[in-house]
């Protein structure tokens, strides 16, 4: 089965610094999405992309977040400044079309010290 | 705003029994999907079974069954013969446009 691909597995940053967390979505696929899990909690909604633009964000995809498909393959999520409440599971996702099923990557352990 | 509850934090199952997990939903929309997600202790997201609302017929995938009940917004998950690999946490998702909408999940032990 095909699969999306999420590097690194794990990040470790100090407070303040920028992290860019990188996905490869399943190469057909038209919407990409990421959700983030802090440990213990739900899966939460963070922003969808679609036609090289954001479709839909949540309210904690804040001014510090920012996505971006830079050459075709790659879907990335970059937080500009840390802070310690980002320290989570962030998940990539992937769907080829409206009615299809969402694939998701093994995550990234983004811990935020 | 759509929400997804599952009431249950954690449940237990006597391997080879059967165990339902419940989940109940609010929409204002007709036509949907709906999802179980499992979780191992890896934390990688899997798809369990998948459901579309406009259809009458519950979902079945091989010892996974659901029951879809549209008028009560509900979408209970059966695991039957459960196994010690079925021990997970189990998220219930709520398609809403294009984005998928999460339970906070019931942690499934399973004994021997």
């Known amino acids: 089965e095909p699969e999306v691909t999420q590097t690194p597995s794990h990040q470790v940053t100090q407070m303040g610094q920028e992290v860019i967390l990188r996905c490869v979505p399943i190469?057909?696929?038209?919407?990409f999405y990421w959700y983030r899990q802090i440990l213990g909690q739900k899966v939460e909604f963070l922003v969808s992309?679609?036609?090289?633009?954001?479709?839909?964000k949540s309210e904690i995809f804040d001014d510090q977040f920012s996505v971006e498909r830079p050459d075709g393959s790659n879907f990335t999520l970059k937080i500009r400044s840390t802070k310690l409440e980002d320290s989570a599971m962030y998940f990539c996702?992937?769907?080829?079309?409206?009615?299809?099923?969402?694939?998701f990557g093994s995550g990234t352990q983004l811990s935020v010290l | 705003a759509q929400t997804v509850t599952q009431s249950q934090p954690e449940m237990s199952v006597q391997e080879a029994e059967t165990v339902t997990l419940s989940c109940t939903y609010d929409?204002?929309?007709?036509?949907?999907?709906l999802f179980w997600y499992k979780q191992p202790p890896s934390r990688q997201m899997i798809l369990v079974i998948r459901?579309?609302?406009?259809?009458?017929q519950n979902a079945t995938e091989n010892r996974f069954s659901v029951n879809f009940q549209k008028a009560a917004k509900s979408f209970s998950l059966k695991i039957s013969d459960s196994q010690l690999g079925d021990a997970a946490m189990y998220f219930c998702?709520?398609?809403?446009?294009?984005?998928?909408?999460f339970g906070a999940g019931t942690i499934l032990r399973v004994k021997s």
């Open positions: 996702a992937s769907l080829e079309g409206y009615y299809e099923k969402l694939f």
């Open positions: 190469s057909n696929h038209l919407y």
């Open positions: 992309f679609y036609n090289n633009e954001i479709s839909e």
């Open positions: 929409t204002s929309e007709s036509d949907y999907y």
């Open positions: 459901q579309e609302a406009y259809k009458q």
């Open positions: 998702a709520y398609r809403s446009g294009n984005k998928l909408v």
